[in-house]
C-alpha cells in the first residue's frame, strides 16, 4: 500500500488506519490462521484503494484490478477469486449467505464496524473498538468518504451508489 502513498496524497494517513482498523476488527470477530491474517491484510490494502487512486465511487472493479496485480507480481494467484469477492461483496448490505469464502462476511461486517464508527459492532464490545480507533487514529478518513459520497449523492440524487451490493 505505501507504493501507492504520493498517489493518495493526504489521504494515505486515513486509508491506512482504516485498512488497520478493519484488520484489527476483523481480529475480533475470527480467530484467524496465519495464512487468514495475510489473506484478510491484502484484502484490506486493496478493498477501497481506488476510490482514492482513480478518484472515482464506482471503485470496486478497478480495486479489484489492483489486487489482482498485486497477487499476480506475488505469486498468489491461487488467492485471487477469495480476495476478489471478498473485495466486491465488503458493502453488501444484507449478510452474506454461506459461501465458500468463509473470510468475506468478517470482512464485510469489520468494514461497517469502522464505516459506522462502532455503531454496528457484530457482538465487539464498544470499550474494545474505542481502543482500536484511539490506538490507530482516523485522520480524516471518514471526512474523505464523506465528501466523496455527498459529491455522489448531488449528482446522482436518486440512484444507489454503484459501490453498494444488495
Known amino acids: 500500500m505505501s507504493k501507492y502513498k504520493d498517489e493518495m496524497c493526504i489521504n494515505y494517513e486515513g486509508y ?26 491484502i484484502a484490506a490494502c486493496f478493498h477501497d484503494i481506488a476510490l482514492l487512486l482513480d478518484r472515482t465511487v464506482d471503485y470496486i472493479p478497478s ?8 497477487l ?24 452474506l449467505q454461506k459461501n465458500e469464502y468463509s473470510l468475506a462476511e468478517v470482512f464485510r461486517k469489520s468494514d461497517l464496524i469502522d464505516f459506522s464508527a462502532g455503531f454496528f459492532n457484530f457482538g465487539v464490545s464498544r470499550e474494545l473498538i474505542k481502543n482500536i480507533q484511539t490506538e490507530i487514529p482516523n485522520a480524516g478518513f471518514h471526512k474523505f468518504i464523506l465528501k466523496k459520497a455527498n459529491e455522489w449523492f448531488l449528482q446522482h440524487p436518486f440512484k444507489v451508489p454503484p459501490f453498494m451490493k444488495w
Do not use: Q, T
Open 16 to 41: 491506512k488506519g482504516h485498512v488497520y482498523r478493519m484488520f484489527n476488527f476483523c481480529l475480533l470477530l475470527k480467530n484467524c490462521s496465519e495464512e487468514e491474517k495475510r489473506k484478510i491484510a
Open 72 to 95: 499476480s507480481e506475488n505469486n498468489l494467484e491461487s488467492w485471487s477469486a477469495e480476495l476478489s469477492f471478498m473485495v466486491d461483496m465488503h458493502h453488501k448490505v444484507i449478510p
Open 63 to 70: 480495486s479489484i484490478l489492483y489486487l489482482k496485480k498485486y
